[in-house]
T-cell receptor, first 115, second 111 residues
Framework: GAGVSQTPSNKVTEKGKYVELRCDPI?????LYWYRQSLGQGPEFLIY????????DSGLPNDRFFAVRPEGSVSTLKIQRTERGDSAVYLC?????????????FGPGTRLTVL | DAKTTQPNSMESNEEEPVHLPCNHS???????IHWYRQLPSQGPEYVIH???SNVNNRMASLAIAEDRKSSTLILHRATLRDAAVYYC????????????FGQGTELSVKP
């Protein structure tokens, strides 16, 4: 079956613009995670959804960042008034809790560049 | 969050075993030890996890110290495709499963 997909693969925008990043998780996975990864660093947790609700958004850096998952499958990460420091690879992962390993399956990421 | 400490980098020769260490001296009783790896230009992928006993799967083995303050990921025969950054992560299930990544160990494999 298909893995986690993310679109777009690359996004270049200008400072101050609004962007949306999309994640399609593995079908049936109820848990969905967003991370971001700056160059040379490990991924940093942003937000976790269980179903439609955000169970933990403690990693969102500020109120310019927002994420939704209205039907419990596809999720969109929204960034308002982008800043150059937002440039990073944004990773999405999904998992099915209760399956033993709690393994998270990651997508290939969206590379965001803010000019 | 409990922290892990790993060497920044390690080198191995192809077809030789590799032992990747991880220290987690502040581990709690409910923390599972997970390993993920990230190949260049890809998202991380799960490798293995354990709680107290040593574990084996098709990718690797995980050796956990008796006091659980350290663990070692063992790749039995390194291949060029194993060159990646390896992350040791403590996962407490009542925190919803979010992964807290450190810097990881960058493994290079020489032919």
């Amino acid at each position: 079956g298909a893995g986690v997909s993310q679109t777009p693969s690359n996004k270049v925008t200008e400072k101050g613009k609004y962007v949306e990043l999309r994640c399609d998780p593995i079908s049936g996975h109820t848990a969905l995670y967003w991370y971001r990864q700056s160059l040379g660093q490990g991924p940093e947790f942003l937000i976790y959804f269980q179903g439609t609700g955000a169970a933990d958004d403690s990693g969102l850096p500020n109120d310019r960042f927002f994420a939704v998952r209205p039907e419990g499958s596809v999720s969109t990460l929204k960034i308002q008034r982008t800043e150059r420091g937002d440039s990073a690879v944004y990773l999405c992962a999904s998992s099915q809790p209760g399956t033993g390993t709690n393994e998270q399956f990651f997508g290939p990421g969206t590379r965001l560049t803010v000019l | 969050d409990a922290k892990t400490t790993q060497p920044n980098s390690m080198e191995s020769n192809e077809e030789e075993p590799v032992h990747l260490p991880c220290n987690h001296s502040t581990i709690s009783g409910t923390d599972y030890i997970h390993w993920y790896r990230q190949l260049p230009s890809q998202g991380p992928e799960y490798v293995i996890h354990g709680l107290t006993s040593n574990v084996n799967n098709r990718m690797a083995s995980l050796a956990i110290a008796e006091d659980r303050k350290s663990s070692t990921l063992i790749l039995h025969r390194a291949t060029l495709r194993d060159a990646a950054v390896y992350y040791c992560i403590l996962l407490r299930y009542n925190q919803g499963g979010k992964l807290i990544f450190g810097q990881g160990t960058e493994l290079s494999v020489k032919p």
